[in-house]
């Protein structure tokens, strides 16, 4: 079982840069979502989807965006990379059958900005 | 906009004994559903326990239980029987019941340790 996939596992990008974060599920979830997790802040949300074609903005979204062109992936996308950024990324899907149904993690991207 | 509090940076607990994690949060909303997971080293989002707030009956799941206190806005974890593959970061998170509300309000978690 393949569950929640996050591609790369690990990345280090200069100032500026871009980048995509790529994230994809098996689990036919129509709930995806994106957080980072810094030092002492536990993990906040940084954009999240409910269906292919609808996103919308989470805690954190600034410098940072998503697309959903289908139910299995989304991805996040860094526009011009900055120190700020570097933390620890997980994307999260769940289905929308049942309201309580937990959210399943994929296992993280680790991110430094240099 | 709900905020959940976790005010033990750090616990540890003697292998074999109990230990419990606390979690308060503040919400204005009457149904929500609220979370445990862990995240050992390798970096992992575990799912430990889940509670629906409109259920009064304490949620268990083999050596882990919750105490959830819905009028003082807390939900304590507790670990019977410590192992020492329970060692790792523990986090509280709040879920909204709303349609499209699909995200998960964390604490800032509590790092266990088991000592042998």
């Known amino acids: 079982n393949a569950g929640v996939t996050q591609t790369p596992k690990f990345q280090v990008l200069k100032t500026g840069q871009s980048m995509t974060l790529q994230c994809a599920q098996d689990?036919?979830?129509?709930?995806m979502s994106w957080y980072r997790q810094d030092p002492g802040m536990g993990l906040r949300l940084i954009h999240y989807s409910v269906g292919a074609g609808i996103t919308d903005q989470g805690e954190v979204p600034n410098g940072y965006n998503v697309s959903r062109s289908t139910t299995e992936d989304f991805p996040l996308r860094l526009l011009s990379a900055a120190p700020s950024q570097t933390s620890v990324y997980f994307c999260?899907?769940?289905?929308?059958?049942?309201?309580?149904?937990?959210?399943?993690f994929g296992d993280g991207t680790r991110l430094s900005i240099l | 906009a709900q905020t959940v509090t976790q005010s033990q940076p750090e616990m540890s607990v003697q292998e074999a004994e109990t230990v419990t994690l606390s979690c308060t949060y503040d919400?204005?909303?009457?149904?929500?559903?609220l979370f445990w997971y862990k995240q050992p080293p390798s970096r992992q989002m575990i799912l430990v326990i889940r509670?629906?707030?409109?259920?009064?009956q304490n949620a268990t799941e083999n050596r882990f239980s919750v105490n959830f206190q819905k009028a003082a806005k807390s939900f304590s974890l507790k670990i019977s029987d410590s192992q020492l593959g329970d060692a790792a970061m523990y986090f509280c998170?709040?879920?909204?019941?709303?349609?499209?509300?699909?995200?998960?309000?964390f604490g800032q978690g509590t790092r266990l340790t088991i000592n042998p």
């Open positions: 689990m036919n979830h129509e709930y």
């Open positions: 919400t204005s909303e009457s149904d929500y559903y």
């Open positions: 999260a899907s769940s289905t929308g059958q049942g309201i309580n149904q937990p959210q399943h």
């Open positions: 998170a709040y879920r909204s019941p709303f349609q499209g509300a699909q995200k998960l309000v």
């Open positions: 509670q629906e707030a409109y259920k009064q």
